[in-house]
């Protein structure tokens, strides 16, 4: 963790680099450059060293036993959570959950609090760019209770397409699911304005969060949503970790969806009553190393600062755009007036998956294909896009390298 | 004694031990695939369609007896042009000389990164259709 030194236009970001260790590694013998940070971010030194202690010193179960180390393991397991509730200003700790990851929080939403809730007729409004874990869990749901799965519509430029959102707000409309900053092509949604025209009609909001944490200073009390999910390993923290964020009157009345251990109060055969908030939500032993992990995650953006991160990254997004625009060919795939640092792009005649392989021996990491956003892909009429994700550790000389690779790339495919 | 599917797969490695570096053995890869025949749009079917391939692969197998012949395609270009060297070596086999050979020229040209089943170029998955074909055929 390290200060930020400032150059006269932009970051010198080799400190923030230096606290990633797996940037140091080559590739076919080249420097790594990892440009696939929305797939899964590296994980600072403080992650790994957060991580790496409590296995060497304080392994225990939580919230078990009355030796010491398992009184550690569990103040340890519960800081983490205390600092995420501060990190996205939940109102208490009652309200963060943890879970294996966002997917996993989406569908504990879709099955403890709107499967019951949800009647024939009714419906859940999402959105054309929704990732496949923000569309498969509604449409389980809804084929569960029979009720509809409506669909808001994307601009070509990437937007929502906001005007036809009102209509979409019916009296049958129960829950609205929707991405926060798109994983494919980089959209910031207008969270609060749309949250706010839920309320109004009384239609319980979830964000999927798994691609805004690593971005943007994310303040679920300020957007005004009822749920929000989040992904570890996309906030440089670990994988198989994340959080569900709940409204604690919503949570309180919803049944516990997983039965276990951890979960309960008391068992006997004849009846079993369920613990408070959040261990109602938590069976089993918990991915203890993982929650750790996270909070060591969120206390380094913090150290680093999520404003000045986000100030890189759009200096970033920006330089990048503007190169790609110079390949001759290349086209840019969501042009949201706010967008993170995520560009998705094709070149007229190149498939993606023959570009990403060849940019591959330069040591350049992109993701090609759908990005699991197939609707979205398909209803801009392509079968997959190449995809530039860059995070708080990447680059403009990265950037600069990376163009006449392209053009290389493309001269020998085209 | 060398078999025609050992001959042809030989043939293959000696041309890329010509090659220099890698730029230059996709070059090849990709020339392979420019020069692919495409399939009837009719023939591109999702049964004909492999799984397993991150792009998009058709494969059809015609027999005469015993005898196989393939014709496949892929929208990506390194796909075609890995097919365009399958095809060389298993089209106009004998199901028998098929299914008594092994396909060592992927490790010998060093694409054995793409035969792992994680990897989703899809040689593994073309590979394996092309096998259970000649099974088929002798069900």
Redesign the interface.
Known sequence: MSAIPRSDSHFDVSAWRADFPALRRTVHGKPLVYFDSAATAQRPLAVLTAMDQFYRQYNANVHRGVHTLSGEATDLFEQARTRLTRHINADSEREVIFTRGSTESINLVAQAYARPKLQPGDQVLISTMEHHSNIVPWQMVCEQTGAELKIIPVLENGELDMQAVPQLLTERTKILALVHVSNAVGTINPVRQICRMARERNITTLLDGAQAMPHLAVDVQAIGCDFYSVSGHKMYGPTGIGLLYGREALLDAMPPWHGGGEMIRTVTFEKTTYNDLPAKFEAGTPNIAGAIGLGAAAAYLQSLGLEAIAEHEQHLLEHATSQLKQVSGLRIVGEARHKASVISFVIDGVHPHDLGTIVDHDGFAIRTGHHCTMPLIKRFGLPATARMSLGLYNSVAEIDAFIPVLKKARAMLV | MTTVIDQAQQDIVDEFAFLGD??ER??YI?DCGKSLTDLPDEEKTETNKLHGC???VWLVADRDGDRLTFRAIS?????SGLIALLLRIYSGRTRQEIASSRPWFVEQLGLKDHLSATR??GLASMLQAIYQHAEAVSA
């Open positions: 890698w730029t996709y070059q990709i991150q792009s998009q929208d990506a270009l390194i796909v989703s170029n």
